[in-house]
């Protein structure tokens, strides 16, 4: 089939397929961005902490779904301030930048200001609702200077679908009035009857208030500083923003409090060091305190909401680290899941959530994701992630309130998700929402050799390989709670779906499991990334997962900085691309994972090297959702995919992911047991230290030295009767 045809076809599932819920590039973003995020709100910002100053780009004040503030932008004496230098703390506690003044003349073309005389500096952060920012000023300057300062703002009230490209026929009512001299109140009230409301409150009073502006005029001697601040609320319920410096203080309190108890990880490469603490302090950033406990938003700034695959797989990338993170995603998925059928939201009794939103487009119906279930493998993985969380901590009393949601999504397992009967968990796509609801969820991301797309139902081949784990997991867990004929029956039920994968899956051609089955039971046959994330399962047969680990570390998949989610083969290959060619973090993490499993540990410490490179090139050393699959070269970094989201909560995981992996690292909460099985260490750390690992009601400090191509491990400090072995298999 020719690309033109390919192309002409695409266009049309996507269009069929409502395809708006792309993320449409629109063009280059000239200021770099930056995130903050608290809670249920998030900050875009670029470099000069201003809001808007490019137009069409995704900056704003986003709180509940809805963007609240689409400009905030600094003007002296009417020019645009230059940058010196901006920074975000390595906690993400707070973004600063440091601003000055260009030449700035007379009517007559007189220097009335030289550069460089006037020090601003932005301190912001986002804590409870609302962006706090600090204005600093200095005259560094031999004379008095006399100045206009102003801070545009507005507020759209768009949706965040809207913010992503959609287009709307209407919207609601707009409308802005002063609360005194110090406040604006820009109010939207939706096609929903909701009222949103955004406070934009100056302190000191300004010169100068109207609906879409603040002025100061200030006269500042020499080396003379003051300061304003400015608060914007998001549906204010006090009538006073609290102090800046206050809050601050109180943020800095809950971000310290909120990383009590987790493993801490030191090594001997300060560079993979830093690499650490961005992803930690990315992941706290992104965790939000819900009804049900703490749970990991899946990234910003599109995905800034529960996600139910993306929560899982996080917390089961961060199990060992911190267990707290996936009881919070555990309870909070079996409190959403559905519990009766509804075809417009793909919603079926047992099926947990893929997504919830809460703006206007959501409440009004125009995008299906209110309460949305249109993923195939979030019922699955809660379950998996459910066993590993009861062989992680051994928490019996959280097993036994999580068992009628497991019981349910098992139900649905064998029963509504098979949707032909053939043993396999299917999906049939969406009218009006994903077509595709596995983790590569583009419109285009199921296909067969020739590039034909594929129609459903269509069972992902690692989707079945998550059920397996999940009902040899939870038989466990049944057997744990004297469940014992259910455990029987999960184990065997397990087996069956081995036998059924291996025969339908395997592709000797391939050397690895073909991508999907697709209505008609064809095999999409072409080589993915899919086929690496069967191992971590268990499922694969030994000799046929030593030829998938083989085919996944080949030049056409492997691109040097990671795995690509297709082959350089196939015909709808794409370096550029969503999922047909990119490199995703977290994809490469749980391939790693099942490449520990099987003993392959070399091939885990490529995958590993490769990313630990990758990053060192990125902005904040922060691994992105996803990068572009082009080959690596010599001196030449990894090339970014333009609207990727960072951070991103399972690529922040990955790297304690492959951490994980490549120490083989096993707890036994019940008999107390540390085990690293076939540890290995990358060139690149010599040696790693592990403070604080929760073990049952035991806490451990080891430390792993390499050795050439072994490992010694040594106990630095244990509380409680702990034991730590070493294994080889």
Known sequence: ????????????????????????????????????????????????????????TSDGL?????????????RVNGLQPLLLGSNMREDNAIFSADLTNPDMFSRER?????????HINRSVFVWRDTLFQRLSLRN???????????????????????VRGARRARRGTFSIRLNGPHEALLSYLGLDDFVRVTS????????????????????????????????????????????????????HRELRQAAQGAAVVQTSNPLFDNILRRSMADLAMLKTETPQGPYPYAGTPWYSTTFGRDGLITAMQMLWVDPRLARGVLFRLAALRATTTDSSSDAEPGKILHEVRFGEMAALGEVPFGLYYGSVDSTPLFVLLAGLYFERTGDVKALTELWPAIEAAL???????????????????????????????????????????????IALAEVQAYVFAAKRLIARCARRLGYTERANVLEEEARRLAERFEAAFWRDDLQMYALALDGAKEPCCVRTSNAGQVLFTGIARPDHAATVASTLLAPDLFSG?????????????????????????????LVAAG?????????????????????????????????????????RGPTRYPVACAPQAWASAAPFCLLQAALGLEIDPTAEQLRLRNPQLPKFLDEVTLRNLQVGDSKVDIAIKRDGESVSVSVLRAIGAIEVSVLAS
């Open 561 to 589: 900085w990671g795995i690509r989610t297709v082959s350089r083969r196939e015909v709808r290959y794409n370096p550029m691309s969503y999922h047909n060619g990119s490199v995703w973090p977290h994809d490469n993490a």
């Open 200 to 251: 934009v409150h100056f302190d000191p009073v300004p010169t100068l208030l109207s609906e879409r502006e603040a002025r100061y005029r200030v006269t500042l001697t020499s080396h003379e500083t003051m300061s304003f601040c400015i608060a914007v609320r998001c549906n204010p319920t006090a009538p006073q923003p609290a102090p800046f410096v206050r809050s601050l203080l109180y943020a």
């Open 411 to 457: 139900a649905w397992i064998d029963g509504a998700a098979d949707r032909d009967g053939d043993g396999f968990i299917e999906y049939a796509g969406s009218e009006r929402g994903l077509v595709n609801q596995g983790w590569k969820d583009s419109a285009d991301a199921v296909f067969h050799a020739d590039g034909r797309l594929a129609t459903g139902p």
């Open 140 to 162: 560094h300057g031999a004379k008095r200077v006399e100045l206009l300062i102003s801070i545009a703002f507005s507020a759209d009230f768009a949706d965040v679908f809207e």
């Open 595 to 635: 490449l520990a499993q099987i003993g392959a540990k070399s091939a885990v410490n490529r995958i590993f090297k490769g990313l630990f490179d990758a990053a060192t090139y990125m902005d904040l050393l922060r691994l992105p959702e996803l990068f572009c699959g082009f080959q690596r070269a010599r001196n």
């Open 1 to 56: 089939m020719s690309m033109e045809r390919l192309r002409e076809e695409e266009i049309k599932v996507e269009a069929e397929a409502g395809f708006s819920f792309y993320i449409a590039a629109t063009g280059p973003e000239y200021r770099l961005r930056r995130t903050l995020k608290h809670g249920e709100t998030f900050l875009v910002i670029d470099a000069h902490g201003d809001i808007g100053a490019t137009a069409g």
């Open 110 to 118: 007189v220097v009335v200001l030289e550069k460089d005389t006037l």
């Open 62 to 74: 986003f709180h509940r779904d809805t963007r609240f503030l689409s400009r905030l932008e600094l």
